[in-house]
Protein backbone atom coordinates (compact mmCIF):
# COMPACT_ATOMS: atom_id res chain seq x y z
CA UNK A 1 0.00 0.00 0.00
CA UNK A 2 3.34 2.06 0.66
CA UNK A 3 4.21 1.83 -3.32
CA UNK A 4 0.78 3.22 -4.07
CA UNK A 5 0.92 5.71 -2.44
CA UNK A 6 3.74 6.92 -3.11
CA UNK A 7 3.16 6.43 -6.58
CA UNK A 8 -0.77 7.40 -6.95
CA UNK A 9 -0.54 8.97 -9.96
CA UNK A 10 1.29 6.26 -12.20
CA UNK A 11 -1.40 4.18 -10.80
CA UNK A 12 -4.53 6.06 -11.43
CA UNK A 13 -2.88 7.02 -15.11
CA UNK A 14 -2.14 3.45 -16.07
CA UNK A 15 -5.59 2.43 -15.04
CA UNK A 16 -7.07 5.56 -16.95
CA UNK A 17 -4.58 4.26 -20.17
CA UNK A 18 -5.81 0.61 -19.59
CA UNK A 19 -9.37 1.66 -19.97
CA UNK A 20 -8.78 4.00 -22.38
CA UNK A 21 -7.23 1.02 -24.95
CA UNK A 22 -10.15 -1.02 -24.10
CA UNK A 23 -12.29 1.84 -25.86
CA UNK A 24 -10.12 1.90 -28.12
CA UNK A 25 -10.27 -1.63 -29.03
CA UNK A 26 -14.18 -1.91 -28.38
CA UNK A 27 -14.12 0.91 -31.43
CA UNK A 28 -11.79 -0.61 -33.42
CA UNK A 29 -13.51 -3.62 -33.37
CA UNK A 30 -17.27 -1.87 -34.45
CA UNK A 31 -15.84 0.04 -37.02
CA UNK A 32 -13.89 -2.79 -38.49
CA UNK A 33 -17.67 -4.90 -38.80
CA UNK A 34 -18.85 -1.83 -40.45
CA UNK A 35 -15.93 -1.63 -42.61
CA UNK A 36 -16.57 -4.82 -43.61
CA UNK A 37 -20.58 -4.39 -44.43
CA UNK A 38 -19.66 -1.14 -46.38
CA UNK A 39 -17.02 -3.26 -48.42
CA UNK A 40 -19.69 -5.49 -49.10
CA UNK A 41 -22.52 -3.10 -50.04
CA UNK A 42 -19.36 -1.70 -52.12
CA UNK A 43 -18.89 -5.32 -53.92
CA UNK A 44 -22.72 -5.88 -54.74
CA UNK A 45 -23.25 -2.34 -56.21
CA UNK A 46 -19.98 -3.13 -58.29
CA UNK A 47 -21.33 -6.72 -59.10
CA UNK A 48 -24.94 -4.86 -59.96
CA UNK A 49 -22.85 -2.45 -62.22
CA UNK A 50 -21.63 -5.38 -64.12
CA UNK A 51 -24.65 -6.56 -64.79
CA UNK A 52 -26.58 -3.49 -65.82
CA UNK A 53 -23.54 -2.88 -68.28
CA UNK A 54 -23.76 -6.49 -69.74
CA UNK A 55 -27.82 -7.18 -69.71
CA UNK A 56 -29.36 -5.79 -73.31
CA UNK A 57 -30.90 -3.15 -71.50
CA UNK A 58 -28.23 -0.51 -70.75
CA UNK A 59 -28.81 2.37 -68.57
CA UNK A 60 -26.93 4.50 -71.20
CA UNK A 61 -24.02 5.63 -72.58
CA UNK A 62 -23.11 8.94 -74.81
CA UNK A 63 -26.09 10.66 -75.82
CA UNK A 64 -28.43 7.36 -75.07
CA UNK A 65 -29.44 8.25 -71.89
CA UNK A 66 -32.15 5.08 -70.74
CA UNK A 67 -32.76 6.49 -67.27
CA UNK A 68 -33.56 9.97 -68.63
CA UNK A 69 -36.01 8.04 -71.57
CA UNK A 70 -37.66 6.15 -68.15
CA UNK A 71 -38.47 9.16 -66.27
CA UNK A 72 -39.90 10.30 -69.71
CA UNK A 73 -41.82 7.37 -70.19
CA UNK A 74 -43.13 7.19 -66.56
CA UNK A 75 -44.88 10.60 -67.32
CA UNK A 76 -46.26 9.54 -70.55
CA UNK A 77 -47.98 6.75 -68.74
CA UNK A 78 -49.14 9.38 -65.90
CA UNK A 79 -50.74 11.50 -68.56
CA UNK A 80 -52.48 8.77 -69.92
CA UNK A 81 -53.84 7.88 -66.89
CA UNK A 82 -55.53 11.26 -66.64
CA UNK A 83 -56.82 11.33 -70.12
CA UNK A 84 -58.71 8.12 -69.59
CA UNK A 85 -59.39 8.66 -65.81
CA UNK A 86 -62.94 10.42 -66.98
CA UNK A 87 -63.96 6.66 -68.21
CA UNK A 88 -63.16 5.26 -65.03
CA UNK A 89 -65.41 7.55 -62.95
CA UNK A 90 -67.49 5.97 -60.02
CA UNK A 91 -70.92 4.83 -59.92
CA UNK A 92 -73.03 7.40 -57.31
CA UNK A 93 -74.64 4.96 -54.83
CA UNK A 94 -78.56 5.36 -54.35
CA UNK A 95 -78.47 6.79 -52.21
CA UNK A 96 -75.30 8.61 -51.77
CA UNK A 97 -75.21 9.25 -48.27
CA UNK A 98 -72.80 9.58 -45.68
CA UNK A 99 -74.35 7.09 -43.48
CA UNK A 100 -77.26 5.07 -44.95
CA UNK A 101 -79.65 3.71 -42.49
CA UNK A 102 -82.84 1.25 -43.67
CA UNK A 103 -85.16 3.54 -44.05
CA UNK A 104 -82.98 5.54 -46.19
CA UNK A 105 -82.19 2.90 -48.51
CA UNK A 106 -85.93 1.32 -48.50
CA UNK A 107 -87.18 4.76 -49.63
CA UNK A 108 -84.22 4.74 -52.39
CA UNK A 109 -85.03 1.51 -53.87
CA UNK A 110 -88.97 2.11 -54.41
CA UNK A 111 -88.40 5.37 -56.00
CA UNK A 112 -85.27 3.99 -58.54
CA UNK A 113 -87.39 1.06 -59.07
CA UNK A 114 -90.37 3.22 -59.99
CA UNK A 115 -88.46 5.30 -61.72
CA UNK A 116 -86.95 2.24 -63.78
CA UNK A 117 -90.37 1.27 -64.65
CA UNK A 118 -91.41 4.55 -66.21
CA UNK A 119 -88.46 4.96 -68.25
CA UNK A 120 -89.03 1.61 -69.85
CA UNK A 121 -92.68 2.54 -70.12
CA UNK A 122 -91.57 5.94 -71.93
CA UNK A 123 -88.65 3.49 -73.93
CA UNK A 124 -91.23 0.80 -75.03
CA UNK A 125 -89.31 -1.19 -73.30
CA UNK A 126 -91.53 -4.19 -72.01
CA UNK A 127 -90.44 -5.41 -68.82
CA UNK A 128 -90.87 -9.26 -66.81
CA UNK A 129 -94.52 -9.40 -65.64
CA UNK A 130 -95.27 -9.10 -62.09
CA UNK A 131 -93.61 -5.44 -61.05
CA UNK A 132 -90.78 -6.56 -61.93
CA UNK A 133 -87.95 -5.15 -59.55
CA UNK A 134 -84.64 -5.17 -61.16
CA UNK A 135 -82.67 -8.56 -59.04
CA UNK A 136 -84.09 -6.59 -55.61
CA UNK A 137 -87.13 -8.65 -55.06
CA UNK A 138 -86.04 -9.92 -51.95
CA UNK A 139 -85.73 -6.79 -50.44
CA UNK A 140 -88.74 -4.63 -52.20
CA UNK A 141 -91.06 -5.31 -49.63
CA UNK A 142 -88.63 -5.28 -46.37
CA UNK A 143 -88.37 -2.15 -44.14
CA UNK A 144 -84.48 -3.51 -42.49
CA UNK A 145 -82.00 -5.38 -43.58
CA UNK A 146 -78.64 -7.65 -43.33
CA UNK A 147 -76.61 -5.85 -40.47
CA UNK A 148 -73.55 -4.68 -42.66
CA UNK A 149 -75.20 -4.81 -46.30
CA UNK A 150 -76.24 -1.16 -46.84
CA UNK A 151 -73.49 0.30 -48.34
CA UNK A 152 -72.87 -2.98 -50.96
CA UNK A 153 -76.93 -2.75 -52.18
CA UNK A 154 -76.81 0.87 -52.54
CA UNK A 155 -73.69 0.40 -54.58
CA UNK A 156 -75.19 -2.25 -56.85
CA UNK A 157 -78.61 -0.39 -56.74
CA UNK A 158 -76.81 2.71 -58.49
CA UNK A 159 -74.70 0.94 -61.30
CA UNK A 160 -77.97 -1.41 -62.07
CA UNK A 161 -79.97 2.18 -63.10
CA UNK A 162 -76.50 3.01 -65.33
CA UNK A 163 -77.06 -0.32 -66.83
CA UNK A 164 -80.69 -0.18 -67.13
CA UNK A 165 -80.83 3.58 -68.54
CA UNK A 166 -78.17 2.56 -71.42
CA UNK A 167 -80.53 -0.28 -72.47
CA UNK A 168 -83.53 1.83 -72.60
CA UNK A 169 -81.61 4.72 -74.39
CA UNK A 170 -81.21 2.27 -77.17
CA UNK A 171 -84.94 1.27 -77.37
CA UNK A 172 -84.66 -2.04 -77.01
CA UNK A 173 -87.42 -4.23 -77.33
CA UNK A 174 -87.57 -5.94 -73.77
CA UNK A 175 -85.43 -6.59 -70.91
CA UNK A 176 -85.90 -10.24 -69.54
CA UNK A 177 -83.61 -10.21 -66.80
CA UNK A 178 -80.89 -8.40 -64.62
CA UNK A 179 -78.70 -10.44 -62.72
CA UNK A 180 -76.07 -9.60 -59.94
CA UNK A 181 -73.90 -11.17 -57.22
CA UNK A 182 -74.93 -11.90 -53.23
CA UNK A 183 -74.22 -9.31 -51.29
CA UNK A 184 -76.37 -9.80 -48.06
CA UNK A 185 -78.16 -12.74 -46.05
CA UNK A 186 -81.58 -11.74 -47.73
CA UNK A 187 -80.38 -12.43 -50.56
CA UNK A 188 -80.34 -16.53 -50.22
CA UNK A 189 -84.29 -15.75 -49.88
CA UNK A 190 -84.62 -13.82 -53.24
CA UNK A 191 -85.37 -15.44 -56.64
CA UNK A 192 -82.25 -17.59 -57.87
CA UNK A 193 -82.63 -15.76 -61.27
CA UNK A 194 -81.52 -12.55 -59.60
CA UNK A 195 -78.27 -13.68 -58.65
CA UNK A 196 -74.80 -14.75 -60.19
CA UNK A 197 -72.25 -17.47 -58.79
CA UNK A 198 -69.50 -14.91 -59.99
CA UNK A 199 -67.84 -12.99 -57.11
CA UNK A 200 -66.04 -9.21 -56.98
CA UNK A 201 -62.64 -9.41 -57.26
CA UNK A 202 -60.14 -6.78 -56.05
CA UNK A 203 -56.76 -6.68 -57.91
CA UNK A 204 -53.84 -4.03 -57.17
CA UNK A 205 -55.60 -1.53 -59.43
CA UNK A 206 -59.06 -2.00 -59.18
CA UNK A 207 -62.36 -3.71 -58.08
CA UNK A 208 -64.35 -5.59 -60.80
CA UNK A 209 -67.88 -6.42 -59.80
CA UNK A 210 -69.85 -8.88 -62.27
CA UNK A 211 -73.41 -8.44 -64.23
CA UNK A 212 -75.56 -10.24 -66.60
CA UNK A 213 -77.90 -9.04 -68.60
CA UNK A 214 -80.61 -10.72 -71.09
CA UNK A 215 -82.84 -8.70 -72.88
CA UNK A 216 -84.69 -8.55 -76.81
CA UNK A 217 -83.88 -6.64 -79.71
CA UNK A 218 -82.59 -6.21 -83.69
CA UNK A 219 -79.37 -5.69 -84.44
CA UNK A 220 -79.48 -1.81 -84.42
CA UNK A 221 -80.39 -1.78 -81.13
CA UNK A 222 -77.44 -3.95 -79.96
CA UNK A 223 -75.16 -1.49 -81.96
CA UNK A 224 -76.75 0.90 -79.37
CA UNK A 225 -76.29 -0.91 -76.26
CA UNK A 226 -72.72 -1.66 -76.99
CA UNK A 227 -71.56 2.14 -78.09
CA UNK A 228 -73.43 3.28 -74.90
CA UNK A 229 -71.43 0.59 -72.88
CA UNK A 230 -68.13 1.61 -74.50
CA UNK A 231 -68.97 5.46 -74.39
CA UNK A 232 -69.83 5.65 -70.58
CA UNK A 233 -67.89 7.61 -68.23
CA UNK A 234 -67.97 4.46 -66.32
CA UNK A 235 -65.84 1.69 -67.02
CA UNK A 236 -68.52 -1.14 -68.45
CA UNK A 237 -66.21 -4.28 -69.85
CA UNK A 238 -67.83 -6.68 -71.60
CA UNK A 239 -66.44 -10.20 -71.01
CA UNK A 240 -68.97 -12.41 -73.02
CA UNK A 241 -71.64 -12.07 -75.84
CA UNK A 242 -74.42 -14.48 -76.51
CA UNK A 243 -76.93 -13.95 -79.57
CA UNK A 244 -79.60 -16.06 -80.69
CA UNK A 245 -83.03 -16.05 -82.25
CA UNK A 246 -85.43 -14.84 -79.91
CA UNK A 247 -88.59 -17.45 -79.80
CA UNK A 248 -91.75 -16.40 -81.78
CA UNK A 249 -94.93 -15.46 -79.61
CA UNK A 250 -97.74 -17.68 -80.78
CA UNK A 251 -100.18 -15.38 -82.59
CA UNK A 252 -103.76 -15.26 -81.14
CA UNK A 253 -106.54 -17.50 -82.89
CA UNK A 254 -109.30 -16.15 -84.58
CA UNK A 255 -112.84 -16.00 -83.05
CA UNK A 256 -114.44 -16.36 -86.03
CA UNK A 257 -114.23 -17.97 -89.47
CA UNK A 258 -113.88 -14.94 -92.54
CA UNK A 259 -117.47 -15.16 -94.50
CA UNK A 260 -116.87 -15.26 -98.27
CA UNK A 261 -119.02 -12.59 -100.25
CA UNK A 262 -119.89 -12.32 -103.56
CA UNK A 263 -119.90 -8.35 -105.15
CA UNK A 264 -121.33 -8.35 -108.36
CA UNK A 265 -119.29 -5.94 -110.80
CA UNK A 266 -121.15 -4.02 -113.28
CA UNK A 267 -119.99 -4.50 -116.90
CA UNK A 268 -120.52 -1.40 -119.05
CA UNK A 269 -119.36 -2.94 -122.19
CA UNK A 270 -122.28 -5.56 -121.53
CA UNK A 271 -124.98 -2.38 -120.17
CA UNK A 272 -124.17 -0.71 -123.53
CA UNK A 273 -124.64 -4.29 -125.70
CA UNK A 274 -127.97 -4.63 -123.77
CA UNK A 275 -129.27 -0.78 -124.39
CA UNK A 276 -128.81 -1.51 -128.46
CA UNK A 277 -131.08 -4.65 -128.76
CA UNK A 278 -133.66 -3.17 -126.90
CA UNK A 279 -133.47 0.30 -129.24
CA UNK A 280 -133.29 -1.96 -132.10
CA UNK A 281 -136.35 -4.14 -131.17
CA UNK A 282 -138.41 -0.63 -129.90
CA UNK A 283 -137.49 -0.02 -134.12
CA UNK A 284 -138.66 -3.23 -135.52
CA UNK A 285 -142.02 -3.30 -133.56
CA UNK A 286 -142.32 0.50 -134.63
CA UNK A 287 -141.68 -0.62 -138.52
CA UNK A 288 -143.66 -3.77 -138.49
CA UNK A 289 -146.90 -1.61 -137.38
CA UNK A 290 -146.78 1.03 -139.62
CA UNK A 291 -146.05 -1.36 -142.74
CA UNK A 292 -148.59 -3.90 -141.13
CA UNK A 293 -146.00 -6.55 -141.20
CA UNK A 294 -147.14 -8.02 -138.10
CA UNK A 295 -149.98 -10.04 -137.20
CA UNK A 296 -150.40 -11.94 -139.71
CA UNK A 297 -150.87 -9.34 -142.35
CA UNK A 298 -149.82 -9.38 -146.05
CA UNK A 299 -146.45 -7.98 -146.71
CA UNK A 300 -146.90 -4.81 -149.02
CA UNK A 301 -143.02 -4.39 -149.56
CA UNK A 302 -141.02 -2.07 -148.56
CA UNK A 303 -137.28 -1.99 -147.30
CA UNK A 304 -136.00 -4.54 -144.65
CA UNK A 305 -135.35 -2.63 -141.17
CA UNK A 306 -131.53 -3.05 -140.63
CA UNK A 307 -129.95 -3.15 -136.97
CA UNK A 308 -128.46 -0.17 -135.63
CA UNK A 309 -125.35 -1.62 -135.21
CA UNK A 310 -123.98 -4.94 -134.96
CA UNK A 311 -123.25 -5.47 -130.72
CA UNK A 312 -119.48 -5.58 -130.08
CA UNK A 313 -118.16 -8.47 -128.71
CA UNK A 314 -118.65 -9.14 -124.92
CA UNK A 315 -115.58 -9.39 -122.69
CA UNK A 316 -115.05 -11.83 -119.64
CA UNK A 317 -113.26 -11.66 -116.98
CA UNK A 318 -111.39 -14.98 -116.25
CA UNK A 319 -110.43 -15.04 -112.01
CA UNK A 320 -106.95 -16.26 -111.51
CA UNK A 321 -107.14 -19.72 -109.88
CA UNK A 322 -107.26 -19.67 -106.45
CA UNK A 323 -104.01 -19.87 -105.07
CA UNK A 324 -102.36 -18.70 -107.57
CA UNK A 325 -100.54 -14.77 -106.40
CA UNK A 326 -99.13 -12.80 -109.23
CA UNK A 327 -95.49 -12.19 -109.50
CA UNK A 328 -94.78 -8.38 -108.41
CA UNK A 329 -92.26 -7.05 -110.72
CA UNK A 330 -92.18 -3.35 -108.70
CA UNK A 331 -90.36 -2.30 -106.39
CA UNK A 332 -87.05 -2.94 -104.47
CA UNK A 333 -85.73 -6.65 -103.65
CA UNK A 334 -85.66 -7.56 -99.66
CA UNK A 335 -81.84 -7.07 -99.16
CA UNK A 336 -82.17 -7.93 -95.20
CA UNK A 337 -84.77 -9.74 -93.30
CA UNK A 338 -84.16 -8.35 -89.64
CA UNK A 339 -85.17 -10.92 -87.06
CA UNK A 340 -85.68 -10.49 -83.16
CA UNK A 341 -82.80 -11.64 -81.50
CA UNK A 342 -82.19 -12.58 -77.83
CA UNK A 343 -78.81 -11.34 -76.41
CA UNK A 344 -76.94 -12.25 -73.27
CA UNK A 345 -74.18 -10.08 -72.54
CA UNK A 346 -71.43 -10.64 -69.43
CA UNK A 347 -69.98 -7.80 -68.24
CA UNK A 348 -67.53 -6.43 -65.55
CA UNK A 349 -67.96 -2.97 -63.25
CA UNK A 350 -64.40 -1.90 -63.15
CA UNK A 351 -63.94 0.69 -59.87
CA UNK A 352 -60.58 1.94 -59.67
CA UNK A 353 -58.88 2.02 -56.36
CA UNK A 354 -58.52 5.49 -54.58
CA UNK A 355 -55.50 6.45 -55.37
CA UNK A 356 -52.38 6.32 -52.37
Same mark, same amino acid.
Given at each position: ??????????? /????????????????????????? @?????????????????????????? %????????? $???????????????????????????? /?? #????????????????????????????????? %???????? /?????????????????????? #???? #???????????? $??????? !???????????????????????????????????????????? %????????????????????? $??? !??????????????? @? @?????????? !????????????????????? /????????????????????? %?????????????????????????????????
Amino acid at each position: MSWIKRNLFFV /IGSLVALILMGLAGWFLFSKWSLNN @EVLATLNSDYEELKRLNSAPLHPGSG %SVNNIQLAK $EQREQLRDYLKKIGPYFQPVPRIPDLAK /IT #DRDFSAALSQTVEQLRAAATNASVALPPDSYSF %SFTSQKSK /ISFAPGSLNRLAIQLGEIKAIA #DILF #DAKINALDNLRR $ERVSQDD !SFGLQTDYLSEKTETNALAVVTPYELTFRCFSSELAAVLGGLAS %SSHAFLVKSLNVELAPAVAAP $EPT !SFPVMSTVMVPNPMR @E @EAMSRQQQEG !SAQAAFAARYGLGGGQQNLGG /IALRGLSTPPPQQTYLPPPSG %SVPANRGGLPTVLDEKLLKITVNLFMVKPLPAK
